[in-house]
């Protein structure tokens, strides 16, 4: 078994207004291990992060990184991690390898060594041939390829990755979880991961923590998570007699559906319910026919396995709605702490 590289107890972050970013929180991360924080938009992921890398004073608990106190050994902490934050943060008028370069001279590193992991991580992320070409002229793909590269000069012990392909095109987004996969593969780095995508934690990740509100809801393996449902989804929109649909309705149906033996739960679900049931394939055309009695209309009718965000909805009583960042020019270059 692994020893644990991050250790956190009781994290609580407060702001001066009274508003509560962080609620007592406490989880750890094994050595070699890809973790993730999976929610939405004002979770609490990214200010988890930046306590963890030194950016932000907790108002309380305790933080071990690698065996060292947050507390005591803020400079030695900085030395061991790399940190992608979410917006791009590279020079556009530097090339790719002028960025590492300048990154890696940051770290106190030159020669030899700074070249020899400077074309070693272009051959990585895939910018080998645009090694040499200005960074205003990449795509956004491949500037986030780039950024990923440059905190990895110095081999960190731990990668701090804050929501890395937000923004990202479905086909960019799935390159990036390549080369993050390749990198905790052979390079043997923990990566620490949020992000608000359900594929990306569920494809990623070890384990994972499901936060909302500043609170871990629930922690586990993907597949451990996802067997806590124990049953098939099958999420219903419906309308009454004339077509409409309010609460009353929803109302009616969950009425209707507590008649029917064999559901698990019954859950409120946008403009609908989902419930979970044993054998879902068998148990459409009963709910069918239950509904078509209470003369229900059923608009849809979805059946899948159980997902992560079954299990946020099961924990939170509602679904992880995800909410693109609008895209920004690169800002300049900067020293990672």
Known sequence: MASEIIEVKDLVLTYADGTKA???????????????????????????????????????????????????????????????????????????????????????????????????LLDVVGLKDAADKRANRYSGGMRKR???????????????????????????????????DELNSKEHITIFLTTQYLEEADRLCERLCIVDGGKIVAQGSPSELKQEIGADAITITMRDAEGKYDQ??????????????????????????????????????????????????LVSINLSSPSLDDVFLKHTGKRIRVEEVAKQAPSGMFGRR
């Open 22 to 120: 962080v609620q007592d929180i406490s989880f750890s991360v094994r050595e070699g291990e890809f973790f993730g924080f999976l929610g939405p938009n004002g979770a609490g992921k990214s200010t988890t992060i930046k306590i963890l890398t030194t950016l932000l004073q907790k108002t309380s608990g305790s933080v071990k990184i690698a065996g060292l106190d947050l507390d005591k050994d803020e400079s030695e902490i900085r030395k061991i991690i790399g940190v992608q934050s979410q917006d791009t943060s590279v020079d556009p008028d530097l090339t790719g390898r002028e960025n590492m370069i300048l990154e890696g001279n940051l770290q106190q590193m030159s020669g030899k060594e700074l070249k020899e992991r400077v074309d070693y």
């Open 248 to 297: 009353n309705v929803k109302q009616s149906a969950k009425q209707v559906l507590q008649t029917i033996p064999g559901i698990v739960d019954i859950l409120d679900s946008d403009d609908g319910v989902t419930l979970y049931v044993k054998n879902g394939g068998m148990f459409v055309p009963e709910l069918v026919r239950a509904f078509d009695k209470s003369n229900i209309k």
């Open 146 to 180: 780039l950024d990923l590269a440059t905190t990895l000069v110095h081999k960190p012990k731990i990668l701090f990755l804050d929501e890395p392909t937000t923004g990202l095109d479905p086909q960019s987004r799935a390159v990036v979880w390549d080369y993050l």
